[in-house]
C-alpha cells in the first residue's frame, strides 16, 4: 500500500511561496509525529520540519521564519507552507511519520514532491 502521497511542489521565482501537502495512510495519524524531508541529488535526505502530537513544531535553522509545518488530523494530512523560497531550496520534498523520527520508525519513502526555486 502507498503510504504517503506528496503534492504542491513546482517551479516558483526565488522570494515565491508554495504549500505542500502530504496525505498519510493508516489509523491513528495523530498519535505520531510528522516530518517534511528533502533531499538533493548526490546528498544525503535531510529533515526540514516536524510537528509533534501535541502541534508542537521544530524547524532546520536554516528554514526558520520561512516555513511553517502544520496537520489536519482528519484528513490524515501534514503541510509545509514555504514562503521567501530561495534556490537552495530546490530539493525533492518528503513527507514521514513514526511515533519518533528514528529512522527505523519510519514509514516507507514516497515519491516525493519537486520543489524548483529557480529565475
Known amino acids: 500500500q502507498v503510504q504517503f502521497v506528496e503534492s504542491g511542489g513546482g517551479l516558483v521565482q526565488p522570494g515565491g511561496s508554495l504549500r505542500l501537502s502530504c496525505v498519510a495512510s493508516?489509523?491513528?495519524?495523530?498519535?505520531?509525529?510528522g516530518a517534511w524531508y528533502r533531499q538533493v541529488p548526490g546528498k544525503q535526505r535531510e529533515l526540514v520540519a516536524g510537528i509533534a502530537t501535541d502541534d508542537r513544531t521544530f524547524y532546520e535553522d536554516f528554514v526558520q521564519d520561512r516555513f511553517t509545518i502544520s496537520r489536519d488530523n482528519a484528513k490524515n494530512t501534514l503541510y509545509l507552507q514555504m514562503n521567501s523560497l530561495k534556490p537552495e531550496d530546490t530539493a525533492v520534498y518528503y513527507c514521514n511519520k513514526g511515533l519518533t523520527l528514528e529512522p527505523s520508525h519510519l514509514g516507507s519513502w514516497g515519491q516525493g514532491t519537486q520543489v524548483t526555486v529557480s529565475p
Open positions: 493508516g489509523n491513528h495519524f495523530e498519535v505520531y509525529v
